[in-house]
């Protein structure tokens, strides 16, 4: 028995493996994920003063923030300053979406500038939220003795909403 090829079945035939070739490597090769890029920085400017007796800068957070276009990061670089009337320490922290608390971790310290005390305190990252993030709003809080012993605080915020949602 004699097998005969014609040159149409040797290419049928060739364009026939091409195709399994192509589609096992589009199946086995493993697709890279899209990377979410970032909007342009938010300024951040957050001063808290007291309310009660003298006028005194009590915190300041400065920095910037962004978006990413995928919905769920957001970036941070932010400085805390110590208000040279302030005791003790202030303090800030994040809410995701109304309802996610966040506490960035401090990154660093600099030497105080004018008006404040001790260090400006470094908080740079990312962070990730497990659903679609629709808004920011940072806390801060500083505190002061006024009058004699009494020890009072005050909380000031602001909120930056998502461009991309």
Known sequence: MRLELTRSKVRRAASSVAVVIATLAAILVPVTPAHAAYGPDQAVSLTVTSNAGPSIMLAQLT??????????KF?????????????????????????????????????APPGCQVAL?????????????????????????????????????????????
């Open 63 to 72: 920095g910037t923030l962004a978006f990413d276009d995928g919905n769920t």
């Open 75 to 111: 970036r941070y670089a932010l400085r805390l300053c110590w208000g040279s009337g302030s005791y003790p320490m202030p303090n800030f922290y994040v809410s995701v979406n109304g309802s996610t608390i966040f506490y960035p971790s401090q990154t660093g310290t600099a030497p």
């Open 121 to 165: 305190f470094f908080y740079d990252g990312e962070y990730t939220h497990s659903t679609t993030l629709t808004n920011v709003t940072l806390y801060v809080t500083g505190g002061w003795f006024y009058p004699g012993n009494t020890y009072n605080s005050r909380t000031k915020s602001v909120t930056y909403d998502n461009p991309y949602n």
